[in-house]
């Protein structure tokens, strides 16, 4: 719900400040997309915190404390994500044609993981990035550790069976079952 005493203020103050806070994201980001990101999560929070904000002359300053902090977020999430998908192809099992898990291509681990379904993309994320143990993860999903290992075990095996190569993929390319080819 919108306060309708506070909202005239916040919107001159975005309107004051979002040039600014959009030309120090690109400066960081170097991509437009998520620099708007950014910028729009910052004032998300920026108005959640509206009752803390600095006097006017440190307004910009917070917000840019407020913008590192949404920037060391978003590349941490975003380092957790390429270590989940290094992870995954190593521990790929390439039996055949002599496919190495280091020729696994990250766009097509990141296509593969994306097809799966929900509940196993979850439970990858709570092994690789999370870097649960079987236990905690049992505990959080309120099942056994044994039916965790079943499932993560059949996440693998799925994961797997979409990025394993063709017979009629040319050597060293992975053609995902979905049809998507690198």
């Not at 998908?85 to 055949?96: A, C, F, G, T």
């Not at 291509?105 to 999370?130: C, M, N, S």
């Not at 499932?151 to 979409?162: F, G, P």
Request: charged share 35%.
């Amino acid at each position: 719900m919108i306060d309708e005493e506070r909202w005239p203020a916040f919107t001159l103050f975005v309107v004051t400040h979002k040039t600014a806070l959009l030309r120090y994201t690109l400066r960081r980001l170097n991509d437009h997309s998520s620099c708007q990101e950014v910028v729009d999560e910052t004032f998300l929070i920026a108005w959640r915190r509206w009752d803390d904000r600095p006097e006017p002359h440190r307004e910009l300053s917070w917000l840019y404390g407020i913008s590192y902090h949404v920037l060391s977020n978003s590349r941490r999430s975003r380092d957790r994500r390429e270590r989940l998908y290094v992870r995954l192809s190593m521990e790929r099992d390439w039996d055949r044609d002599g496919l190495e898990s280091s020729e696994v291509d990250i766009e097509a681990l990141t296509h593969a993981f994306g097809l799966l379904k929900p509940d196993d993309q979850e439970l990858l994320r709570l092994v690789y990035w999370e870097e649960l143990t079987y236990r905690e993860i049992a505990l959080e999903l309120e099942i056994s550790e044994n039916a965790v290992g079943i499932r993560i075990n059949r996440a693998k095996k799925n994961l797997r069976t979409l990025l394993q190569p063709t017979d009629d993929a040319p050597s060293g390319v992975v053609i995902l079952r979905e049809g998507f080819e690198l």
